[in-house]
């Protein structure tokens, strides 16, 4: 039964420290997906790779996160430094070329 | 305006009931049609596509989509307690396009 895994699954953080959240998509998945999910936005794209190549990070905010993939079995998000209003949860997806989109279990991020 | 509008909700059923869960969008572009359900502390998961206009059935949920009236939904028939959950409309366009997802809404199914 494949699934996406991610890492940690939750964090606790003091303001201005980095973060680092991994992912690891499903094998023969082309496309990675990092969301951030929160009560008031719902969930809202910040990077989406495809082929290993970012294809959109217009949702990210650029002076503080970064997202990678090092290899096709690994995606990194980084946030650096950390803020409060960086709570919430993150989740990381993958697919192949469609619609349907295979959600890990997130990460939920508290920044104090 | 969102690109993707659904009330959050949330709504409260009685068990056995017909559940109404709709999202209306702005972009024409938008061809693939999805729903999502995501229990509590959980990733979403896909339920439901329709590809354009239409409608699709899948046991006791019928997705609807009318891009007429850039209205969809979805049905939930003999509601249970299990289908408690929040549901989330996506749709996205042709191509490698993003997927746009509503707020979602969430559902409590009251045995």
């Known amino acids: 039964d494949a699934r996406v ?3 940690p699954r939750h964090k606790v953080t003091e303001m201005g420290q980095e973060v680092t959240m991994r992912c690891q998509p499903i094998l023969g ?7 951030r999910q929160t009560m008031m936005q719902g969930l809202e794209l910040l990077a989406y790779f495809r082929n ?11 002076d503080r996160f970064s997202a990678e993939m090092p290899d ?8 650096q430094p950390s803020e409060p209003r960086d709570s919430a949860v993150y989740f990381c997806a993958s697919g192949r070329d469609s619609y349907e989109q295979y959600f890990g279990p997130g990460t939920r991020l508290t920044v104090t | 305006q ?4 659904q009330d959050p ?4 059923v ?4 017909i559940v109404s869960l709709n999202c209306t969008y702005s972009n024409s572009a938008f061809q693939y049609f999805m729903w999502y359900r995501q229990y509590s502390r959980k990733g979403p998961e896909l339920l439901m596509y329709t590809y354009s206009s239409g409608n699709k059935e899948d046991g006791r949920f019928t997705a609807q989509v009318d891009k007429s009236s850039k209205y969809i939904s ?3 028939r003999d509601s249970q307690p299990s289908d408690s959950a929040t549901y989330l409309c996506a749709m996205k366009g042709g191509g490698y396009q993003k997927v746009t997802f509503g707020i979602g809404t969430k559902l409590q199914v009251i045995p």
């Not at chain 1, 998945?29 to 969301?35: L, S």
């Not at chain 1, 290993?52 to 650029?62: E, F, I, N, V, Y």
């Not at chain 1, 096709?72 to 946030?79: D, G, Q, R, S």
């Not at chain 2, 909700?9 to 409260?12: I, T």
């Open chain 1, 5 to 7: 895994t991610q890492t």
């Open chain 2, 9 to 12: 909700g949330p709504l409260s």
């Open chain 1, 29 to 35: 998945h082309n496309t990675v997906f990092w969301y």
């Open chain 1, 72 to 79: 096709a079995t690994l995606a990194t998000l980084k946030i």
């Open chain 2, 2 to 5: 969102k690109e993707v509008e």
């Open chain 1, 52 to 62: 290993r190549a970012p294809l959109d990070d217009s949702g990210m905010p650029k």
């Open chain 2, 74 to 76: 979805l049905f939930i």
């Open chain 2, 14 to 17: 009685p068990e056995g009931a």
